[in-house]
């Protein structure tokens, strides 16, 4: 295997040399340049008694290393590249199936006129992504780049047109018609305002955009039931803006695509999302809506994993900074949900009574998502496998409650040296649903957190931050408290001490202490990073997407480069 990898990065930097030569033999004043980026992340497991991690659980797996380097080339209109990665042995909590080395994405891509064209491996988005999206998270370990072919066609002014057609990446495995489908898709952006010359000079600009996707994946014939080979979907989007307004939408409808997800159900699947929002100097305001019946796409009907989603169901939850906010994240609720986010800014001006010499920031959040209303179809209880599943009213809410937040942040600059954050959030949270996947409200979840981070600068390089944090619940794992101190030298280095206390746990007499040192080193475009401690168990969401972090003892090391 490392004669291959090694034949393979010795292959595409000599087809790099070769067309850089070639490029530069034609036009010696412009050649081409490279660039890229570096990353590797290892990590040691030792046992600790105190949050129960044995021998035993860390036998054989004592260091663990995810890493990765892109390398880029582009001379004018040409551009390729490719991604080396390295998972020995995947870090934990990260899917086991990672484990390995080689070359997972590799591309080429060259643009002449109107026409674009890309072979091998890329990322892409239709739209909000109701339909498609291909994204890579590496804090999540998830990775659904397409490989195949890309065509992007620019025919008129205001027209963008783009295809593709190829098969997503499925951890190291090579692609053949029993692991995964093949996907198939076009889409286009027709900007009216450049389009027609009549709307060119009008203040509200209007942005039309359609999409079809399809899978193609052969049936299963020893599967108890016969499956579509075809699946297709289709969505319709708009983008309105005027002075400090945005309204856009986009609705996308599924035919049916029974898997392992819905419990293989012969349902049709819709959803509809839609936002708008207003800003101007000092405010600022933004409302959202998301109604999913039935979206779960993947090029694999049996997947349930973070693997193989051809969509992207876009979450409506405020991205907390903070770690006990963050501790009950929702993930995006594919069968059915009614989402609602609301989010108000606004900054008090400056030189007044409650706005201060600097002014004050002060951020209003509301999240609020709910099952829909599913009805069963004749007698057949709802979403009994191998049946049409249920029916539904359009935009319909449900009662159960799967996730509600209301959250409050003040941000304030106190003299030159001083600076407060301060917030306060309240939370409802749905445990059985979203971690469980069981469609009932027997194991909510109430929270109140409080949050206080104060710095200060003792000179323009050189700062003091404490942050104080504090979790109440008389459920799951009870109360929970964090405090961090971290001294910062600008630009170059860090150092922080944590420690998360989790007490009175109603299922445990025991307390536990998560705590953590760390420094870190910045010189232009490189950093590095050591920490020592221990992780609490939970699970890390980013867009929607989640996955277990298991509890862990011992140092972790990240070092990152760019070129």
Known sequence: MKKSILFQVSLLWVILLTINHQAGAQNTAEGGIVRGNFQADIQSYEPNSEIGITADDIKGEKIGMNAFGNFIYTNQNFTAGFRFESYLKPLVGFDKAYEGLGIPYRFASYRKDQFEVTVGNFYDQFGNGLIFRSYEEWTLGYDNSVDGIRVKFNPVRGVNIKGIYGVQRYFWEKYNSGNRGIIRGVDGDFFLNEMCSSLSGMKTKIILGGSMMSKYQKDDPFFKYKLPENVTAFAGRFNMTRSGFNLLGEYAYKINDPSAINKYIYKDGQAIFLSGSYSK??????????????????SARNETGNALDISFLPPLTKIHTYSLEAMYPYATQPNGEFALNGKVVYTIPKKTRMGGKYGTTIELNYSGMNGIDKKPVDTIPVGQEGTLGYEVAFFSAGDLVYFEEINIEVNKKIGKKWKLIAAYTNLTYNFNVIEEGIE?????????MGTVD???KFTPKKALRLELQYLSTRQDSGNWAAALVEYTIAPKWFFYVRDEYNFDNPVSSNTYHYYSAAMGYTHGANRIQVTYGLQREGIMCVGGVC?????????????????
């Open 440 to 448: 009932d409200n027997h194991a909510m979840i109430y929270a109140n």
């Open 281 to 298: 100097k000092g405010f600022g305001v933004t409302l959202s809506t998301k109604w999913i019946d039935n979206m779960s796409f993947r």
């Open 547 to 563: 996955r277990q972090v298991p509890a862990a003892s011992g140092f972790t090391i990240s070092v990152m480069s760019s070129f």
């Open 454 to 456: 104060i710095t200060h």
